[in-house]
């Protein structure tokens, strides 16, 4: 009788849960998340983290501004001025979420 090694077990076994999962039926956006909303703003801070915040969270308002209900999405956030000193951060952030139409 042929030895059953434990990397053999584990190649089984990931086998059986992929087929598994996409066997599954996906009810996709079930809950009645199905419109994708985004937005870009821009939002400045006298620290780094103050004016990456001050973006992200204005974008998520104006989101949110036409979506009733959304998921908590993504962020892509860059920075596009740095005072000579450091004093002044302003970042720009697009924040794209699913939602309730």
Same mark, same amino acid.
């Given at each position: 009788m042929r030895k059953v090694t434990w990397l053999h077990r584990l190649g089984v076994v990931s086998a059986v849960a992929a087929v598994g999962l996409l066997a599954a039926p996906v009810a996709a956006h079930a809950d009645g998340?199905?419109?994708? +909303?985004?937005?870009? %703003?821009? &939002? %400045? &801070?006298?620290?780094? %983290?103050? &004016? *990456?915040?001050?973006?992200? *969270? +204005?974008? +998520?308002?104006?989101v949110l501004a036409v979506g009733h209900d959304c998921t908590p999405g993504t962020y892509n956030t860059f920075m596009i001025y740095m005072s000579p000193g450091g004093g002044t951060w302003v970042f720009r952030s697009t924040h794209e979420a699913v939602c309730v139409d």
């Open positions: 998340y199905d419109t994708p +909303r985004s937005a870009t %703003a821009d &939002g %400045a &801070g006298s620290t780094y %983290a103050a &004016g *990456q915040s001050a973006a992200e *969270q +204005r974008a +998520r308002a104006a």
